[in-house]
């Protein structure tokens, strides 16, 4: 920062510096957010990161600690052109000793002590699964999913490292983008039972995702007269801005008594042959288990303290998936 100081102040003159210096700021100012937090408190004062939010295409950038890229970016080149004056002022060995204690200050900075690791093994089981003719998904309990924008239910990140192992379709996981039918398949029926099952052990909080937390603030404005609604309205358009604030920002499915011949059904057309329970133990997959287990015919084939592998176990009558 030093460095970039000096870069503003002594080559401020230059054109390539205002602009530098325009984008370095502005950078800065949308990684702050959408609304400018004070000591950790959210004051809920717009910041220009609010029209990212709520622009299309634009909605998909999510984390504002990403503009930090640009602002990184600005602060380099602007810490390069202090360099530079450095060296044209006081020669080049000087020029070469700042640069060097940049260097070895950045590699301070950025130097992960203790560096974080985990393991990646594998069990053996997961090379040869039982063979599931017909039903080639497999359900990994917790059940959950989740993508950039939303998650639903919980999923252990070992299924996505076991899948590796087995190739086989898995029914959860994660996703970085999925169409908005995709989650349907969690909120109704068997799946979304589950889900409820296992949230049902541990006290689950889930606050309102950034972009229905923004649509609720939306709605308190247009109720207060908030001076910033008018130019949110015009610059959203007005088509948007009805859709904001008459359509609910959440509908919530209500599950619906599901029988064993449904829940074998649904399980049937889902294609789902194994059922496996990353750490078996753990109270919510205990009660997931227990509901598939209730409404599926499931024997197990393997269980270690890590995982629990079970076959689901067709009548002759159900027929396969192609």
């Not at 999510?62 to 060296?87: D, E, H, N």
């Not at 490292?161 to 379709?169: D, E, F, G, K, S």
């Not at 052990?201 to 923004?214: D, F």
Request: hydrophobic share 40%; aromatic share 10%.
């Amino acid at each position: 920062m030093f460095c970039a100081w000096i870069g503003w102040r002594k080559q401020r003159t230059q054109p390539w510096v205002g602009w530098l210096t325009a984008w370095s700021v502005g950078a800065w100012v949308m990684s702050l957010g959408p609304f400018l937090q004070v000591a950790g408190k959210m004051t809920y004062i717009p910041l220009p990161g609010f029209l990212v939010t709520i622009v299309p295409l634009l909605q998909n950038a999510r984390s504002p600690g990403r503009w930090t890229v640009f602002v990184t970016l600005g602060v380099a080149l602007l810490a390069a052109g202090g360099i530079k004056y450095i060296q044209d002022r006081y020669g080049y060995k000087k020029a070469i000793a700042v640069t060097i204690a940049v260097l070895v200050i950045s590699l301070f900075e950025f130097l992960p002590m203790p560096y974080p690791v985990s393991t990646a093994i594998i069990p053996d089981i997961f090379y040869n699964l039982p063979a599931t003719p017909g039903h080639p998904a497999v359900l990994d309990v917790p059940v959950g999913r989740q993508d950039g924008l939303r998650s639903i239910g919980q999923f252990h990140t070992r299924s996505l490292l076991y899948q590796t192992a087995h190739m086989r379709p898995i029914i959860g996981g994660y996703v970085s983008r999925t169409k908005p039918d995709d989650f349907a398949l969690l909120e109704n029926g068997l799946l979304s039972n589950t889900i409820q099952a296992q949230d049902s052990t541990v006290h689950v909080v889930r606050p309102p995702s950034r972009g229905e937390g923004l649509k609720n603030r939306i709605r308190e404005w247009a109720k207060e007269g908030h001076p910033v609604t008018k130019p949110l309205r015009f610059l959203i358009g007005e088509t948007k801005w009805r859709d904001i604030l008459e359509r609910p920002t959440q509908v919530k499915a209500v599950p619906q008594p599901v029988t064993s011949e449904q829940a074998v059904e649904e399980a049937d057309k889902l294609g789902l042959g194994l059922v496996v329970a990353v750490d078996p133990e753990k109270p919510s997959t205990t009660a997931a288990l227990g509901y598939l287990r209730a409404h599926l015919p499931l024997r197990t084939v393997h269980r270690t303290d890590e995982c629990e592998v079970l076959v689901i176990e067709y009548p002759d009558t159900v027929g396969t998936v192609e």
